[in-house]
């Protein structure tokens, strides 16, 4: 009897399609991009840098959401997410975004993208309304926006709405920081304490209402395109807040343990972005070092880092990070630190440094692709469902 372990499960919990279609697509996309920024291929159907920002924002970024609160909800409702053909399906709703921004096809294209977002949101919608629980009401509502924001992007490129299609862009970043930003508060300090011995993490309502409520008002602030003085305040203010966050988290006690301290890294790139988002503002320094900042710092290594230990958690093996997983996250990191620090430090190779943070991402994400290809294409390692 063939072991059962060896069955296809891709289809199984959302966690798996989308974790590993992301990796894949994040190791080609940034390649890519580092490609048509140096000039050695042409532009996409959006334009260099919207078709890159569009793609890691409502691609990769919006993929790895997509696969967390699928497998998220499952647990927090007791009801089932969309798994077999229903998930296939949202999965090719994906897939074929990724695919019609580089054709002709622009129309196509943007009803692909702005439907994604509102598939994953009746994915846990339903569940949610059915369970009652209201408390993650709002990551629907965050979906939506999501939706809003892709589609401006399209009616702007589309000719549709006469209006600068970065507005889009920001508010897709402004939603996926607030979901880390919620994600990282519930999770992280209870990881710190379960992973790091002796660790003493702990949460200030007083702390957790600053640091949430300033990145709503940047959020709010953006939407109105407030810019200059008032925008730096705010910003700054947020980042002391998720400073003093942090450091409620006992971030030492997690240095030994990889799982861990991939978290903990990641969330300090946030306090960074904040306060070079107030220094861009200010006109001090450039505001694309923000944007990275948080893309390349934040969003990439808490993503790996939830990649890692959830598709670990959900298919029965160890919380523990091998060798392997170790040098994914120490890839991103130096990703994060070579795309910000170096255009400060070294500003005339700009070029070079934008080459060396994409080869590191790109290598980082294809290595978990190899690694974790059977652990997400298979059953889990203890038999249960999942």
């Not at 989308?18 to 991009?33: C, E, K, M, N, P």
């Not at 909800?73 to 975004?97: C, E, H, M």
């Not at 209006?163 to 710190?192: C, S």
């Not at 991103?332 to 440094?353: E, K, N």
Request: net charge positive.
């Amino acid at each position: 009897m063939a072991d059962k372990r060896s069955a296809f499960a891709l289809w199984r919990l959302g966690f798996r399609p989308f974790y590993l279609l992301a990796a894949i697509f994040s190791a080609l996309s940034v390649g890519l991009w580092a490609l048509q920024f140096t000039g050695l291929l042409p532009r996409a159907y959006l334009g260099g840098p919207l078709w890159h920002a569009h793609e890691m924002l409502f691609g990769y970024a919006l993929a790895v959401v997509a696969g967390f609160l699928f497998t998220a909800v499952r647990n927090w409702s007791g009801r089932p997410t969309p798994t077999g053909a229903t998930l296939a399906a949202i999965a090719a709703l994906w897939v074929a975004g990724r695919v019609l921004v580089l054709t002709p096809w622009d129309v196509a294209a943007a009803v692909a993208n702005t439907a994604f977002p509102l598939a994953v949101a009746w994915g846990i919608g339903a569940p949610l309304w059915r369970a009652r629980n209201e408390r993650n009401y709002f990551f629907v509502g965050l979906l939506v926006l999501m939706s809003a924001g892709v589609a401006y992007i399209h009616l702007t490129a589309l000719g549709a709405l006469e209006a600068p299609p970065w507005a889009g862009v920001q508010l897709g970043l402004d939603v996926i920081l607030f979901i880390m930003a919620v994600m990282a508060g519930r999770v992280v300090p209870m990881f710190t304490n379960n992973g790091a011995p002796g660790a003493r993490a702990r949460r200030s309502s007083h702390v957790e209402r600053a640091a949430l409520g300033g990145v709503l008002m940047l959020l709010v602030a953006d939407l109105f395109r407030l810019s200059g003085a008032l925008l730096a305040v705010l910003a700054f203010a947020a980042a002391v807040a998720h400073i003093v966050r942090l450091a409620l988290w006992d971030t030492r006690a997690t240095l030994r343990t990889p799982l861990l301290w991939v978290l903990h890294l990641a969330y300090a790139w946030i306090p960074v972005h904040l306060l070079l988002r107030a220094a861009g503002e200010a006109g001090w320094v450039s505001r694309s070092l923000a944007v990275h900042a948080l893309t390349v710092g934040a969003i990439g290594g808490l993503t790996i880092g939830m990649m890692v230990r959830t598709a670990r958690g959900h298919t029965g093996r160890p919380l523990l990070a091998d060798r392997f997983e170790t040098t994914c996250f120490a890839l991103i990191a130096a990703a994060a630190a070579v795309r910000v620090l170096c255009p400060l430090i070294l500003p005339q190779h700009y070029l070079t440094s934008v080459f060396i943070s994409a080869t590191l991402w790109s290598t980082s994400f294809l290595l978990y692709a190899v690694r974790y290809w059977p652990v997400l294409t298979r059953e889990r390692v203890d038999g249960a469902p999942g």
